[in-house]
């Protein structure tokens, strides 16, 4: 795929990006040669490879949620520094 200076230009704008012409056309020519690289790629038969999202195998290593019994309020709330009847109180951060 031919990537052309108008596109590059193009695409620069909506990324908010101020190219001179030069870079304009050094990206056009930068971007042909990767997109030739993949089209390479795109040749080559996938279709015995499963599909994968990370390299390495890896798995889950969080614990099985259990429902446990809670501290009782009093046990939570003897500690804060503040406290009104069984809830924490805070500043106020919006005035």
């Given amino acids: 795929m031919e990537m052309n200076k108008d596109e590059v230009a193009y695409v620069a704008k909506l990324a908010r990006l101020a190219l001179t012409p030069e870079e304009t056309e050094q990206y ?3 971007l042909s040669r ?3 690289y993949i089209e390479q790629l795109n ?3 996938t279709s015995q490879v499963e599909p994968t999202s ?3 195998s ?3 290593v ?3 949620d259990k429902v446990q019994p809670s501290l009782p309020t009093d046990k939570v709330l003897e500690n804060a520094p503040q406290r009104e ?3 924490f ?3 106020d951060i919006i005035e």
């Fill in 85 to 87: 009847g069984t809830l």
């Fill in 89 to 91: 109180q805070v500043p």
């Fill in 34 to 36: 990767i997109f030739s």
């Fill in 43 to 45: 040749e080559l038969d």
């Fill in 54 to 56: 990370h390299m390495l």
């Fill in 28 to 30: 056009a020519e930068q």
């Fill in 62 to 64: 969080f614990r099985e």
């Fill in 58 to 60: 890896l798995s889950n």
